[in-house]
């Protein structure tokens, strides 16, 4: 048996040998992260120097690509190490570190989008009271609170996971997982599995139930509405629902996956799946909204072809 005083590293057991193979899959991942950082780089440096773009939304974005910025910073440069690496192991202060970051990246994410959606709602259903309502303090406070909620949510559990004893190292996932680290303990774990309940509760739930009753008041407000009116909603937010609705995806998978055996699904498409939300999201986001809102759009266009 080993106890948690011998354990001073993991081991990711999800890896497979891939031969020379390797140095192509860490071309395509080290790709994708500069492809991540210059899209999020970009749209940032792009809010903060106009001040036409000044504005609660505009705003509100900015912390969404910082936080695409920090989640991938998270996963991407440990993963490149590990593609190249013969052996697949992890300290366990810097496992615990990156749960940290991977965690409250999925806090803040959803945190934001809630937020976000709050702002369409202001901005579609009471246009008249918007200016009074978000101002420039009030959304500096809403994301303030949206990050430090994030670090003490997921502060807590992982300070009861450290103080665990441990029967075992081996991580099944090529990433490290806090609940992957819950099962490896020797005894009881309720006190862990109730809290871990409680805070995916208020990750995921809470926000997505604001997020829900926003979008029902924003679509009786279209229904009811001009024809103006329900252009303008659609146009705003539909790159918000496609957000939330990727994000969910990839999150609901991973708390499946951790949760329950997955042993009949093959394990190249779990380790696919379960880096789906750690990697698409800090790309999609950029993208939707780059793309998609004309004055973003119009900005970066004069940028790069300039």
Aim: proline fraction near 3%; glycine fraction near 2%.
């Amino acid at each position: 048996m080993i106890n948690s005083t011998q354990v001073s590293y993991f081991i990711l057991a999800a890896y497979i040998d891939t031969g020379v193979s390797k140095y192509l899959y860490f071309m395509i991942v080290m790709s994708l992260y500069i492809l991540i950082i210059f899209a999020n780089v970009l749209l940032i440096v792009v809010i903060c120097m106009n001040r036409s773009l000044h504005e609660p939304m505009y705003i509100l974005l900015c912390s969404l690509f910082v936080n695409e910025l920090y989640g991938s910073t998270g996963l991407f440069p440990f993963l490149l190490l590990q593609i190249l690496s013969d052996f697949h192991t992890v300290s366990v202060p810097f496992c615990y570190l990156q749960i940290f970051c991977l965690y409250s990246y999925a806090c803040v994410e959803f945190l934001n989008l809630a937020v976000m959606s709050y702002d369409r709602y202001l901005a579609i259903c009471c246009p008249l009271q918007y200016n009074t309502r978000m101002t420039h303090k009030r959304i500096t406070i809403l994301i303030s609170v949206a990050w430090i909620q994030a670090s003490v949510v997921c502060f807590l559990p992982l300070s009861l996971s450290a103080s665990l004893q441990l029967c075992g190292n081996i991580i099944n996932k090529v990433y490290c997982d806090n609940y992957s680290i819950v099962k490896l303990a020797c005894y009881n774990t309720k006190v862990n599995n109730i809290y871990g309940l409680i805070a995916t509760s208020l990750i995921i739930f809470c926000p997505v139930t604001l997020i829900l009753y926003t979008y029902m008041k924003i679509l009786k407000i279209c229904f009811s509405g001009s024809k103006q009116t329900r252009q303008k909603a659609v146009s705003t937010c539909t790159p918000h629902i496609a957000s939330l609705l990727n994000f969910s995806f990839g999150a609901c998978f991973e708390i499946m996956q951790s949760r329950f055996n997955m042993n009949n699904v093959p394990n190249m498409l779990r380790i696919v799946l379960s880096l789906y939300w750690l990697t698409c999201q800090p790309l999609f986001n950029p993208l939707l909204y780059g793309l998609n809102m004309s004055d973003i759009r119009k900005i970066c266009k004069n940028l790069i072809f300039a």
